[in-house]
């Protein structure tokens, strides 16, 4: 049981950047995917998450209006699409499958497998 997590980089501010976390040796179409990050000094903290039923979306007010969680069950991937990014974005961004229905989409202990993190640093 695996996920990778990638698309990281470098990015200007105001620009965009799509990650993908793929799996492996098990079927996402039974998991919910959440999208975490943690910044140099501080706590992980949830971003967007998105059901494994219905596909519904959740999101930190922070990222609202500007991130998108999606997910594509034929290639086992689940997208969060950055755009308008700001400095303060920068961080190591994880994601996370918990199995079956979210309960508390934002509690990192709600999750069962976690991917390896891929940097994103937004920066003139």
């Known amino acids: 049981v695996q996920l990778q997590a990638s698309g990281g980089g470098l990015v200007q501010p105001g620009g965009s950047l799509r990650l993908s976390c793929a799996a492996s040796?098990?079927?996402?179409?039974?998991?919910?995917i959440g999208w975490f990050r943690q910044a140099p000094g501080k706590e992980r903290e949830w971003v967007s998450s998105i059901s494994s039923s219905d596909g519904t979306t959740y999101y930190t007010d922070s990222v609202k209006g500007r991130f998108t969680i999606s997910r594509d069950n034929a290639k086992n991937t689940v997208y969060l699409q950055m755009n308008s990014l700001k400095p303060e974005d920068t961080a190591v961004y994880y994601c996370?499958?918990?199995?079956?229905?979210?309960?508390?989409?934002?509690?990192?202990?709600?999750?069962?497998?976690w991917g390896q993190g891929t940097q994103v640093t937004v920066s003139s």
């Open positions: 040796g098990f079927d996402l179409d039974y998991y919910a």
């Open positions: 996370a499958a918990s199995e079956g229905e979210l309960v508390r989409e934002w509690d990192i202990y709600e999750y069962d497998y």
